[in-house]
């Protein structure tokens, strides 16, 4: 499988890319090598990436606790502390190996540290493959409100190896295929219709196309001031109803792609009522997800809830909530003003 060349970094496949590490650190002559990994992929991936790696300077290992709960300026310290006490210098090289938690917070911790060092990203789900991994975003959450905390900056390269998806359980699968339907419903229709008829039975192929439309859209903009806000669809109010279900002492956390699922099914419904979206290509999205993702009822006690939380995504403007919404498949609007009202008829909808 061919390498992909984002902006300043390629992503690598497979073998190619344990290749193209041990050259760059071969090259780069670093002096020390950290691993960023949480208990999870510190037993499941570690094991399978380490004999891939054919170096002769010094690792650390550097473990922290997994979810989302954990992805915060607190773990931050706690990593920029150990990497202190174990030598870091500016010629450290950081990898991280995990998921988006791991790679979000790994890509910042480096950038940070001593104003900035060299790191790697190896994702291990399939959420962090395609989409965490790449396009240079990196930060923390700041209590349950995600990534607000962060700055955009680039890995020296990405590896991507499916491998590692036999580490992680299905429901996690599942996480990462909500963000390939939104490819498929903002850039290319073929990736839904993929996941309609097949799921993930091709999931090589999903995640290469997937990475390779992010990197298309990211090179046109990078800094998410036009084309790159596409990649909000579903995120607007999934991220609300994700940072509701965080906080929540009595629900169960949902994972990312499941809140990103029920978002893209209310955003297709608010797309019909604002734009114009064919309401049969709703029941479609509404199906397609609900084939996939376990029916979460969301309680109108709770609406206003998850309407307080709206209010503080990254991406608002004025205190504006901006959403990315569809005339068609393939065909978007970007910084759509949406009614309070039309958000709670759209939960409504995902309940019925």
Request: proline share 1%; net charge negative.
């Given at each position: 499988m061919e390498s992909i060349q984002a902006v300043t970094?390629?992503?690598?496949?497979?073998?190619?890319?344990?290749?193209?590490?041990?050259?760059?650190?071969?090259?780069?002559?670093?002096?020390?090598?950290?691993?960023?990994?949480?208990?999870n992929t510190f037993e499941h991936c570690y094991p399978k990436f380490i004999p891939n790696f054919d170096t002769d300077k010094p690792i650390e290992v550097i473990e922290i606790e997994s979810g989302e709960i954990n992805k915060n300026l607190e773990t931050c310290t706690g990593v920029?502390?150990?990497?202190?006490?174990?030598?870091?210098?500016?010629?450290?090289?950081?990898?991280?190996?995990?998921?988006?938690?791991?790679?979000?917070?790994?890509?910042?911790?480096?950038?940070?540290?001593?104003?900035?060092i060299d790191f790697v990203n190896i994702p291990t789900t399939l959420l962090s493959m395609v989409d965490a991994s790449v396009g240079g975003k990196t930060g923390v959450d700041l209590g349950v409100l995600k990534n607000q905390i962060g700055l955009f900056a680039n890995p020296e390269m990405v590896i991507v190896d499916n491998a590692y998806l036999s580490t992680v359980e299905e429901r996690e699968i599942k996480s990462g295929t909500a963000e390939i339907i939104k490819y498929?419903?903002?850039?290319?229709?073929?990736?839904?219709?993929?996941?309609?008829?097949?799921?993930?039975?091709?999931?090589?192929?999903?995640?290469?196309?997937?990475?390779?439309i992010k990197n298309e859209v990211v090179l046109q903009d990078p800094k998410e001031q036009s084309l790159r806000k596409i990649l909000n669809f579903g995120h607007t109010?999934?991220?609300?109803?994700?940072?509701?279900?965080?906080?929540?002492?009595?629900?169960?956390?949902?994972?990312?792609?499941?809140?990103?699922?029920?978002?893209?099914?209310?955003?297709?419904?608010?797309?019909s009522k604002l734009l114009g979206f064919p309401s049969e290509k709703?029941?479609?999205?509404?199906?397609?997800?609900?084939s996939i993702y376990?029916?979460?009822?969301?309680?109108?006690?709770?609406?206003?809830?998850?309407?307080?939380?709206?209010?503080?995504?990254?991406?608002?403007?004025?205190?504006?909530?901006?959403?990315?919404?569809l005339n068609d498949y393939e065909d978007f609007k970007i910084d759509c003003k949406v009614p309070e009202d039309l958000i709670v008829e759209s939960m409504d909808f995902y309940n019925n």
């Open positions: 970094y390629p992503v690598h496949f497979q073998e190619k890319g344990y290749t193209a590490l041990s050259n760059l650190v071969t090259t780069k002559n670093y002096s020390t090598i950290f691993i960023l990994v949480d208990e920029w502390n150990a990497i202190t006490e174990l030598g870091g210098d500016r010629k450290s090289l950081l990898i991280t190996l995990g998921g988006g938690v791991i790679t979000d917070l790994g890509g910042f911790v480096a950038s940070c540290f001593k104003r900035g498929g419903l903002t850039y290319d229709i073929k990736l839904f219709n993929e996941v309609k008829q097949n799921k993930y039975l091709k999931i090589k192929d999903l995640i290469f196309r997937s990475i390779e109010l999934g991220h609300a109803i994700e940072s509701f279900y965080l906080e929540s002492e009595d629900k169960e956390n949902l994972t990312h792609g499941e809140a990103i699922a029920i978002g893209m099914v209310c955003e297709s419904y608010i797309s709703v029941d479609e999205v509404k199906e397609v997800v609900l376990n029916k979460t009822n969301l309680l109108q006690e709770d609406f206003s809830k998850i309407m307080d939380l709206l209010k503080h995504d990254k991406k608002n403007v004025n205190g504006q909530v901006n959403f990315v919404l």
